[in-house]
């Protein structure tokens, strides 16, 4: 197994000592490289971690297994789009050429954010381990049923399924209850 | 196809051509589908919403580790001149602005979490905690007030004021708030401590003991009360 796809694997299982290390390793560079847009360096803090973030997540999807450049590259063009799109926002940015070729997928929409994901938020936090950990497979780390049947060690698929379900619906009735009471 | 089976499926990103057409057809005809499709996609949001929340702190405590840069004797050396003050202050009488500042945390903010959107038009209260999060207090007070301009009865606006207040040094202004507001139990054991360390730092004693002695029985702060309590006799 060579280095990248070590680092990979590692991202996937969540390893802190690899995020720890990547995160130290990266920063100088990275905020060398990012001071030259005029953005304050709280910012260029902010959008760092975001990256990073957006590097931990996409590990977990999935989404790094047909990698065609190093995970550094990688965490690079992310870091610049996120640049980017922090630039646009605040409408200082004239030119995304150079970004045409990088594709990435970060949702970031919360502009939809309201009371009821705040309020599944907290009722989240408040479920079994058990719960959570299926839920965050399959919402947040976009895992199918099968792999989720093997991470926890499910007997098969229909337990999984069920297991999921029951979190849903317990989910679900805690949100009924906190809006009714 | 099973519906459940569908919005896993959905999820899963897995639907097949057919299935897609299936899918769109309930969302548009099943009103109960398509409110359980949006319900998951809440569900999804929140997890999301969470799991970046935790990872960013955990980002911040990397900032706030700066101490492995140093070398051990720096360390050895703070140790020392600590217990140096520490034996010092044992001889005197106890300094309540250091007691005060030892004890004082921000209260974090846990009603609207900062994300960042493209959005142009944000909420007052999100704009409120977006100072507040940023240390703006200044911002953050001005519209805390505005918010309760429009509706005195936003109890977290009163409760935030005065935290902002607290940030700006300015403890009278503060108290007044924390002890003139009718506070519902969600903020009444919080109040008390934030006025307690306030009454301390004004060296009214008696008046911070009585406050200190009832956030010592339950709540969050017992540990804390229960320690300054102990210092203070």
């Known amino acids: ?181 | 196809m099973d519906k459940h089976e569908l919005i896993q499926k959905y999820f899963e990103n897995s639907l097949s051509p057919q299935e897609v057409a299936q899918f769109e057809k309930l969302l548009s005809d099943d009103r109960e589908f398509a409110d359980e499709v949006t319900f998951q996609k809440k569900i999804k949001k929140a997890i999301t919403l969470e799991e970046r929340t935790t990872l960013k702190d955990k980002f911040k405590t990397f900032e706030n580790q700066k101490t492995s840069n140093y070398n051990w004797w720096y360390v050895a050396a703070s140790i020392v001149v600590l217990l140096g003050t520490s034996i010092w202050f044992m001889g005197q009488k106890e300094d309540y602005d250091t007691l005060y500042a030892s004890y004082y945390e921000t209260y974090p903010n846990l009603i609207a979490p900062v994300v960042r959107n493209d959005k142009e038009t944000i909420t007052d209260r999100e704009k409120a905690f977006v100072y507040y999060e940023k240390q703006d207090y200044d911002q953050a007070l001005q519209t805390f007030q505005k918010i309760i301009n429009t509706n005195p009865n936003e109890e977290y606006a009163h409760f935030y004021s005065a935290i902002s207040l607290m940030e700006l040094d300015e403890f009278e202004n503060a108290s007044k708030i924390l002890s003139e507001t009718k506070w519902s139990e969600k903020y009444e054991d919080d109040a008390i401590w934030y006025l307690a360390l306030l009454e301390l730092k004004n060296e009214n004693l008696e008046v911070a003991k009585k406050l200190l002695q009832k956030t010592s029985k339950s709540g969050n702060y017992q540990k804390e009360s229960l320690e300054l309590l102990e210092k203070l006799d």
């Open chain 1, 1 to 181: 197994m060579n280095k990248e796809t070590q680092i990979i694997n590692s991202l996937k299982r969540g390893d802190e000592r690899t995020i720890h290390s990547l995160y130290k390793g990266y920063k100088p560079e990275f905020l060398a490289f990012a001071s030259k847009y005029n953005l304050p360096a709280d910012d260029l803090l902010d959008i760092y971690q975001d990256a990073m973030v957006a590097l931990c997540e996409n590990a977990k999807k999935g989404n790094l297994e047909n990698l065609q450049s190093t995970v550094k590259t990688y965490f690079f063009s992310i870091g610049k789009y996120m640049i980017f799109a922090r630039l646009k926002k605040k409408k200082q940015l004239f030119a995304m050429e150079d970004l045409e070729t990088f594709t990435f997928e970060w949702e970031d929409d919360y502009e939809e954010l309201d009371d009821e994901i705040v309020i599944l938020r907290h009722h989240f936090k408040n479920l079994g381990e058990q719960c959570q950990q299926i839920l965050r497979l399959f919402y947040y780390e976009e895992k199918n049923l099968d792999e989720i049947t093997s991470t926890m060690k499910y007997e098969n698929k229909n337990v999984a399924k069920t297991q999921k379900y029951r979190c849903i619906k317990y989910l679900k009735q805690l949100f009924k209850d906190s809006n009714n009471g």
